[in-house]
Nanobody, 124 residues
Framework: QVQLVESGGGLVQAGGSLRLSCAAS????????MGWFRQAPGKERDFVAV????????YYPDSVKGRFIISRDNAKNTVYLQMNSLRPEDTGVYYCAATYRAVPVSRSEEFNYWGQGTQVTVSS
């Protein structure tokens, strides 16, 4: 089992950048495929990015491709989400998630463990 704690959220103007971190404890993060999701008020939780156990494979939906970068440091048991050129529609609670499944995975039901989330607000 793994525990996940997100940090790095906040308020930023459109066009700005934020970097989210997800610290894993318990079983080592390198045992899991890791992902990021986000949920805006009144909306479903949406897939944002996924990274394989080794970090060699990443995948993004079109909504964030070219703006967001997922990475991981297995020595630090930490996964990151670098978010650039932020838009108001990127606003939401961002969740880190872990799964035993190998990539490709992108559906929330495929992930076994979740963090508590961190709020990201992008002002126009």
């Amino acid at each position: 089992q793994v525990q996940l704690v997100e940090s790095g959220g906040g308020l930023v103007q459109a066009g700005g950048s934020l970097r989210l971190s997800c610290a894993a404890s318990g079983r080592t993060a390198s045992s899991y495929t890791m992902g990021w999701f986000r949920q805006a008020p009144g909306k479903e939780r949406d897939f944002v990015a996924v990274i394989s156990r080794s970090g060699a494979y990443t995948y993004y939906p079109d909504s964030v491709k070219g703006r967001f970068i997922i990475s991981r440091d297995n020595a630090k048991n930490t996964v990151y989400l670098q978010m650039n050129s932020l838009r108001p529609e990127d606003t939401g609670v961002y969740y880190c998630a872990a799964t035993y499944r190998a990539v490709p995975v992108s559906r929330s039901e495929e992930f076994n463990y979740w963090g508590q989330g961190t709020q990201v607000t992008v002002s126009s």
